[in-house]
């Protein structure tokens, strides 16, 4: 079982930044994928950013060169660089790691950050 703990969320005023970690315990997930979703109130939940074991990335139209995915080297943590944040950024994000891999497949998501952005 995989547990997966956020931090790093908060208030930030537009044009700030903020800084989302994501950390994973109990097994290796060095072969899986990591990123976040994002759902902000009364809207479904959305993809925002995606890293692949082998490191490929890939980002949601909205905050393509704003934000930052990476991981730790021990590959067990991800990271969520947000730059320049805009108030239609304002949503609760969700981790998330999708082992497609191992057998059966899994996929585990962490309690979700508040990311609050005023104008």
């Known amino acids: 079982q995989v547990q997966l703990v956020e931090s790093g969320g908060g208030l930030v005023q537009t044009g700030g930044s903020l800084t989302l970690s994501c950390t994973a315990s109990g097994s290796s997930v060095s072969s899986c994928a990591m990123g976040w979703y994002r759902q902000a109130p009364g809207k479904q939940r959305d993809p925002v950013a995606r890293?692949?074991?082998?490191?490929?990335?890939n980002y949601a139209d909205s905050v393509k060169g704003r934000f930052t995915i990476s991981r730790a080297s021990a590959m067990n943590t991800a990271y969520l660089q947000m730059n320049s944040l805009k108030p239609e950024d304002t949503a609760v994000y969700y981790c998330?790691?999708?082992?497609?891999?191992?057998?059966?497949?899994?996929?585990?998501w962490g309690q979700g950050s508040q990311v609050t952005v005023s104008s």
């Open positions: 890293i692949t074991g082998g490191g490929n990335r």
């Open positions: 998330y790691v999708d082992c497609t891999t191992w057998t059966p497949a899994r996929t585990y």
